[in-house]
């Protein structure tokens, strides 16, 4: 089982242009969560997904960020036109039913 | 909404020591987790505890949800054991975990 998987775990982007992250849960766990990490900080919850539906996203930004989980393929976080406050480690987590939560290592995206 | 609160903030071990973080939450819950932040990042579950006492090897964690607090403790501290420890609650839809600021663990050898 290879375990919550993001990718990527780097990403550099200039303000303005779009950030996509992607993470596969772990085989055969239909929940997935999406939290953010500022620097120095502890993490915020931003958005709780099922297959193809979104449950929770009372976290998530209103503008700029839209989070999906399609039937098929891994569920992908995007943040358009990117602005340095955007700069964070994004952490996914899978479960097969509340709770127990796996993380995947995150993705660290620096905005410059 | 839940507010958690961890203590202390930094905590500076030599390597063998025993050490005893704390976790208080604002309102009754029915999922605690702990979980400890490696220095690369990487998170790793450590106990899923809503009430009693769990023991995995070296560390331990005791919840007493009725006084709204959680206690993890860690024995024979060793380097590896270095980076953040993380206590989180569920909201009160049971959606998401609402995380501490951490405690950050220091262990020199």
């Known amino acids: 089982n290879a375990g919550v998987m993001q990718n990527p775990r780097h990403l550099v982007r200039r303000r303005g242009q779009e950030a996509r992250l992607r993470c596969s849960p772990m085989?055969?766990?239909?929940?997935v969560y999406w939290y953010r990490q500022l620097p120095e900080e502890g993490l915020k919850f931003m958005v709780y997904?099922?297959?193809?539906?979104?449950?929770?996203e009372s976290g998530m930004p209103k503008e700029r960020f839209s989070a999906e989980f399609p039937k098929e393929g891994p569920s992908i976080l995007r943040i358009q036109q990117v602005v340095r406050g955007d700069s964070a480690a994004y952490f996914c987590?899978?479960?097969?039913?509340?709770?127990?939560?796996?993380f995947g290592s995150g993705t660290r995206l620096t905005v410059v | 909404g839940i507010q958690v609160e961890q203590s202390p903030p930094d905590l500076i071990l030599q390597e063998g020591a025993n050490s005893t973080l704390r976790c208080n939450f604002s309102?009754?819950?029915?999922?605690l987790q702990w979980f400890h932040q490696n220095p690369w990042g990487q998170l790793i579950n450590l106990f899923y505890?809503?009430?009693g006492t769990k023991q995995n090897g070296r560390l331990s964690a005791t919840t007493v949800a009725t006084e709204r607090y959680s206690l993890l403790y860690i024995s024979s501290s060793q380097t590896t054991d270095s980076g953040v420890y993380f206590c989180?609650?569920?909201?009160?839809?049971?959606?998401?975990?609402?995380f501490g600021k951490g405690t950050t663990l220091s262990v020199s050898s």
């Open positions: 987590a899978s479960s097969l039913d509340s709770p127990g939560y796996t």
């Open positions: 085989k055969g766990h239909s929940h």
């Open positions: 997904l099922q297959k193809e539906n979104i449950i929770d």
């Open positions: 309102d009754s819950v029915n999922n």
């Open positions: 505890i809503p009430s």
């Open positions: 989180a609650v569920s909201n009160q839809a049971g959606t998401a975990l609402i």
